[in-house]
């Protein structure tokens, strides 16, 4: 849960900085491209630390049942968010696609942690 809490201040932090260095013209997709992968991640990482101690034999399970859930979240998102909410797709993609790969790498390195009993 307290790693949960760093992911978000730090990506608040993240995207506060990206605001600042290209404009405050892409702060809404910049926003917006780091909601979704910090939600995901977020929850994701509180309910396989969770499901760990409690049961580390089906984690496995639960976690390619969140995988698929994943996809369609995501799919879903950047679908709204490109044709529904008409966001500017380079400085969303760019935003989306870089929390997305830091969140995911932070969230790994905590399963590794957790995994080896740290």
């Given at each position: 849960?307290?790693?949960a809490?760093?992911?978000?201040?730090?990506s608040l932090?993240?995207?506060?900085?990206?605001?600042?260095?290209?404009?405050?013209?892409?702060?809404?997709?910049?926003?917006?491209?780091?909601?979704?992968?910090?939600?995901?991640?977020?929850?994701?990482?509180v309910?396989t630390?969770?499901?760990?101690?409690?049961?580390?034999?089906?984690?496995?399970?639960?976690?390619?049942?969140?995988?698929?859930?994943?996809?369609?979240?995501?799919?879903?998102?950047?679908?709204?968010?490109?044709?529904?909410?008409?966001?500017?797709?380079?400085?969303?993609?760019v935003s989306?696609?870089?929390?997305?790969?830091a969140?995911?790498?932070?969230?790994?390195?905590?399963?590794?942690?957790?995994?080896?009993?740290?």
């Amino acid at each position: 849960m307290i790693a949960a809490g760093w992911m978000i201040a730090v990506s608040l932090g993240a995207s506060l900085l990206a605001i600042g260095l290209s404009g405050r013209r892409t702060a809404l997709e910049v926003l917006l491209g780091m909601l979704a992968p910090l939600a995901a991640v977020s929850v994701s990482w509180v309910v396989t630390e969770r499901a760990y101690r409690r049961d580390p034999g089906g984690l496995m399970a639960l976690m390619m049942r969140a995988f698929a859930a994943k996809v369609v979240f995501f799919g879903a998102y950047v679908a709204v968010m490109l044709g529904v909410v008409g966001v500017r797709p380079v400085p969303f993609v760019v935003s989306f696609a870089g929390f997305f790969i830091a969140l995911y790498f932070v969230e790994a390195l905590l399963m590794r942690r957790l995994f080896s009993g740290g």
